[in-house]
């Protein structure tokens, strides 16, 4: 009935839909609602997703990625946009935050210390002391956000913002060494 109307090009309020509000408190809230598969329960489903089978960060992107391509109806630099302004960037700048203001710890007693002692070890049993935020959690998504930025063409503030965390980035951590190429490469 409402794709019937929907091909008549009737306006909204001319069509009578029937609201589920309607139905609550009375016996048809749980009989002859139209559906689309049969099902024993409306419980059982997919237990684990294709999401959940992909083991790393990366994997997973570039699913979503290949998906919204895909699907004419989304719009994949909407998508790689909201990506990387609600997750990917947010979870770079968090990181670095943390990593300035990290504890260290112990790898045998597991003792933390806000600072590493003068002597360069754990004061109780000696041991090696490492940092509780590693580079790696730092940096891990900010090569496919800027890579997600231009391959999408993403508005200029965007890809700017990322330049800007790459920069602190690299402050931090220095800056990744150049590759210094032989000559034979551009005269062979």
Same mark, same amino acid.
């Given at each position: ?24 408190? /009375?016996?048809?809230?749980? =009989? ?7 099902t #024993? #329960?409306m ?5 684990? *997703? ?5 083991? #790393? ?12 391509? &895909?699907?004419?109806a989304?719009?994949? $630099?909407?998508? $790689?946009?909201?990506?990387? =302004? ?6 770079? @700048? ?8 990290? =504890?260290? &710890? ?6 933390? +210390? ?16 490492? +940092? /509780?935020? *590693?580079?790696? *959690? ?6 496919? $956000? ?6 999408? @063409?993403?508005? $200029?503030?965007?890809?700017? *913002? ?5 920069? &602190?980035?690299? =402050? /931090? ?9 032989g ?6």
């Amino acid at each position: 009935e409402f794709y019937e109307a929907c091909l008549l090009f009737r306006k909204p309020w001319e069509v009578p839909i029937e609201k589920m509000g309607k139905r609550i408190n /009375t016996p048809l809230q749980y =009989e002859g609602l139209g559906y689309t598969h049969e099902t #024993s #329960s409306m419980n059982s489903g997919v237990l684990c *997703s294709a999401y959940k089978t992909l083991p #790393s960060m990366q994997e997973k992107l570039q699913g979503q990625m290949d998906l919204a391509d &895909r699907i004419r109806a989304v719009d994949a $630099a909407d998508v $790689a946009k909201l990506v990387i =302004e609600k997750h990917l960037i947010r979870d770079i @700048r968090g990181n670095l935050r943390k990593f300035s203001t990290q =504890e260290f &710890r112990c790898v045998k007693c597991n003792e933390k +210390f806000r600072r590493p002692p003068l002597i360069g070890k754990c004061t109780k049993c000696s041991g090696r002391l490492l +940092f /509780t935020v *590693s580079e790696g *959690s730092v940096i891990k998504y900010l090569e496919p $956000a800027i890579s997600l930025a231009e391959k999408y @063409r993403l508005p $200029a503030y965007l890809q700017q *913002s990322l330049a800007l965390t790459k920069d &602190r980035v690299e =402050e /931090t951590f220095g800056k990744e060494k150049e590759k210094q190429e032989g000559l034979g490469r551009w005269f062979g």
